[in-house]
């Protein structure tokens, strides 16, 4: 094989010849890229999938979404490409064609360009009737000056919004879909739901302003012809809803027909315009300053002639209308009596300014949408602006302030050469656009249903290829709702609250998507920075705040009720959008700035819950069980979903063992079933969603369960958000000498080993019949508490009752009173039940007089005791402990006790100094913690080798300082061994069952204290001894805790 390729023939990389290269000339063979551990192009290529095909090809989009009828499947995953598939010229030239012109099998058709495609829609959307309606008589209200400085915000605002939609469009190749596929692929389903809606409903409000307008003009072109009369308001709604009624007629014949009219109707506006400048120029036809007759109507609907007169460009009347007369008399609308100012004017121009967004809705349409979309609205957003603010010096400069305020149409009166000619034309074009604003707003509103981000809206999704009839219904019932206003200056500033919404949240996608700075951002328009993105924002929410607080606040809301509900239904959705890397940020940053020590008071759980799984078999399916993944404890899930009220994160950890297989042979679980091993953490979330857990899921693959315990259980977690607390099931199979279950004896040690080397909190639920999350307990919550062990076992039922399940249950606490210790049960009693208060936990304290001596058997003080039941019957009682706390705590609240030398004691590590275990032993001997011939675990055996070494340097935990003994340490042999549980050990743990059995049998649950593996005994009768203090009991959680207080009384 050459270098270049394998043998000759048609599956040779390059067609390269045995003996070398073909331009060699002969020579040694070289060693092929696989030989030389050289990967192949085809692979080191992201885009590919397998024979040849892109990988946009293979994977699905980023819209379809995993369900669960094809979650668990297995998926067609494209071969990885060989060396010997095609040469590595051809490849790369396949890569660039496929790409850039498509397959020459066929390819898609060319698109429109800039001009058709872009420039033109724009214009027609902005070029609108507020034009020829509105724009003379706002220069008469605001002058010459304001009126100018009023068009420009608006049009420093779209131009600003521009900028970013030409960023935003120019990453990466653009599907169909047009400003809502933009908006919500950038700023999330969640968010670009609720942004969609709004530009559907400026879209359809639009259609009705555009109508309203053509009533106007058609009142003016014959005011004898009108349905009740000129000048009427329910003259302008019928006629309107008239036109609305034509209108959705031709939409709903053929929308594809409608969206090419733009051009012509484009054509019309343009001549009216120029119609407009000539007359402008020109100046009247008769003498200078010549009147004319304008007929109107006053306030009672009476028709009114009205004589006024304009004169052309004049310095005079530049001089005369410069300033603003907000409150000069006006007779063009004489049925508003509204009082208009700056602000209310900038409201009602604001939608003519509109319309930016034309040419991204044709994007499907266009040959090249990321080169077409910034040229094209930028330039059609500057060519209107200027025609805008010519016009307001035009007017200012040709007529005095009363015909501008009279003349409702003196757009017309001053064209040349007929007046006829612009309001025909203004008609011709308002009937286009209101047709354009319906079918992008039937369009728009198809597109949101057929996200599935809003379930409500489902019914208006239609399929590819067929029209959107429904969502045209809905669009109309909509237009005409602002139709029935009647009053085109009054639906203006409620279109303009819409619009600007959408403006703001387009700025803010830019500036969020630049300041996130996601690999994914690489627009190729350059033109942009995010402060002028911020700006536009902050431009955009200034205009809406200051046009009507209220019905921004409305409009704030609105989005907001849309977003929440969009976010609850848009899980599954995976877009890649900005909001994603911003959650990212904002996420690292709060975890960066975490204290990972956190005080008492801040301590919550932070479970990590471990359970054993393992891997389905092809072709196994169970309806009970998620997908591919078998876990042995789901009851431990439920449990966990019920103690969320600690509101700590919780993890889900499942170890799945081969047991020794070798994971990466050709049989192994890494190669047989990668797939299956893949989709093992998807089915480990699902399981979470479940038994509503909070949190998140890791699987742990490991051919040693040992091994992969002492990893899941360090590696959990990050920052602040580390697990301190393990649950896990008590065993089933631990019984009987076989390997096996000296195998599960082991697991739980090592378990409760590792847990207690890092510090963490050890749960172990037993038992059976756990609640489901939909059962409702109303018992109680037996906690028998027998050693301090940091305030955990009084901290867990107040947790517990937070949940549903267990939230009409009462807790009781049971302590031990030493008779022999001339402890009073009253005594003990009355401070407990303090001590509990102290702590804001509303428990009922029960105290059980009893002769520990007695209990456990030993009539002799000075006679050797077992260490494990120490702590019961420590050195210093619990009666003790509770009233050293009373004492040190004076009638103020506040601690007051000064140490032996001489400085004041910290009273919250004072506490957890005296619930501290005091356990008494013999020493422990150095020794592995792990069965001989295990894997791993060498870390472990270095810190138990120096915890025995220097005990004096851990007080808690593996080895007590007190007594040099050891609390959970053992040598290999009694993991192993088959040797019973001694009899004093069993005679103590039957006792307090009996204790336990007999107060607690009813109980729903009951909470005890771990015990700690007996010195010389083994795992076998370390699980009986368990299983003997258990026994009876219907469930119950034996809790470790790390003897550092989890509870303070203190605020």
Known sequence: ????????????????????????????????????????????????????????????????????????????????????SEGVGQDVQKIVRKWTVGDSEGGKAAGMGILQGVVFPCMANILGVLLFLRLPWIVGKAGIMNGFFLVFICCCCTFVTALSLSAVATNGRIAGGGSYYLISRSLGPALGAGVGLCFYMANSIGAAMY????????????????????????????????????????VAGGIKYVARLGTFFLFIVLGVILCM??????????PTGSPYIVEASDANGKPVALTLEWTGPQAENFVNNFASDYKAEQKAFPLDTSEYGFISLMALWFPAVTGIMAGSNRSADLADPTGAIPKGTLFAQIFTSIIYLSFVVLYGCIAPRETLLDDKFFASSAAWPLKELVIFGVMASTIGAGLTSLVSGTRLLSAIAADKTLPILRVFAVQPGKEPRLALVASGVLCACAIAIGELNAVAPVLTMFFLMCYTCVNMSCTVLEAVSDPNWRPSFRFHHWSISLIGAILC????????????????????????????????????????????????????????????????????????????????EDADVYEVLDVFEPELL????????????????????????????????????????????????????????????????????????????????????????????????????????????????????VATVFNKVMLITKGSAWPKL??????????????????????????????????????????????????????????????????????????????????????????????VFERVHSNQSLTENLSGWRRQVSPSGRACEVSTSGRVVDLTREISGQLSRTVSGNAAKAFP????????????????????????????????AKSGGGLFIHNPDQLTSTKPCSASQMGLAKALNSLMRNKSSGADLLVTNLMDMPEGESALGYFQLVEALTEGVQRCVLARGTATEVITAFT
């Not at 290269?21 to 030389?36: E, K």
């Open 1 to 84: 094989e050459g270098l270049w390729g394998g043998a000759a023939g048609e599956e040779g990389c390059g067609q390269g010849r045995a003996a070398g290269r073909p331009d060699s000339g002969g020579g040694p063979s070289r060693p092929p890229f696989a030989a030389m551990g050289i990967c192949p192009w085809r692979s080191m290529l992201p885009c590919l999938g397998g024979s040849g095909k892109p990988y946009r090809d293979v994977v699905p989009g980023p819209s379809q979404k995993v369900t669960a009828s094809t979650r668990g499947t297995k998926r067609s995953v494209a071969p990885r490409p060989s060396i010997k």
């Open 211 to 250: 109508f309203m307008g053509t009533v106007e003009a058609w009142e003016m072109a014959a005011p004898k012809a009108q349905i009740i009369g000129a000048g009427d308001l329910n003259n302008i709604r019928v006629t309107a809803f008239c036109i609305l009624g034509v209108a959705l007629i031709v």
């Open 277 to 286: 400048y000539l007359g402008c120029f020109i100046g009247p036809s008769g």
């Open 541 to 620: 929410i200034w205009m809406m705040f200051a046009i009507s607080a209220l019905t921004a606040m409305v409009a704030i809301v609105f989005c907001a009720v849309v977003f929440g509900y969009a976010s609850f239904n848009s899980h599954q959705v995976k877009w890649g959008d900005g909001f994603q890397g911003l959650k990212f940020q904002i996420a690292r940053n709060i975890l960066q700035k975490l204290d990972v020590k956190s005080h008492t008071k801040n301590w919550r759980p932070q479970l990590l819950v471990i359970t054993e799984a393992s891997i389905r078999e092809e072709g196994e």
């Open 638 to 753: 439920g449990f966990a979903s019920q103690l969320k009220g600690g509101r700590g994160i919780t993890i889900v950890g499942g170890v799945c063992s081969t047991r020794g297989k070798d994971i990466f042979s050709k049989d192994g679980m890494f190669v047989s079933k990668q797939q299956r091993v893949l989709d093992g953490q998807e089915a480990m979330m699902n399981l979470l969603k479940k038994y509503d857990i909070e949190g998140f899921g890791r699987m742990v693959y490991t051919e040693d369960y040992n091994n992969g315990l002492l990893c899941l259980m360090q590696i959990s977690g990050l920052g602040a958000f580390q697990p301190n607390t393990v649950l896990a099931a008590w065993p089933q199979q631990w019984q009987g000498t076989s390997q096996e279950g000296a195998e599960t004896r082991s697991r739980l040690i090592r378990m409760v080993q």
């Open 774 to 867: 939909t059962d409702r307990l109303g018992g109680h919550i037996d906690i028998w508490w027998t050693m301090g062990d940091g305030g955990i076992l009084l901290l867990l039922p107040f947790l517990l009752e937070k949940h549903r399940v267990w939230h009409s249950c009462r807790t009781r606490l049971f302590v031990l009173a030493d008779k022999g210790a001339d402890e009073d049960p009253e005594q003990v009693q009355r401070e407990t039940q303090k001590y509990v208060n102290d702590f804001r936990l509303n428990i009922e304290v029960c105290v059980q007089d009893v002769d520990m001596d007695e209990l456990t058997g030993q009539e002799d003080d000075n006679s050797p005791r077992e260490p």
């Open 929 to 960: 913690s792990h069965p001989p011939g295990s894997k791993g675990a060498e870390a472990m055996d270095g810190f138990l080798a120096r915890s025995t070494s220097e005990p004096t340097r851990i007080n808690t935990g593996l080895w007590d």
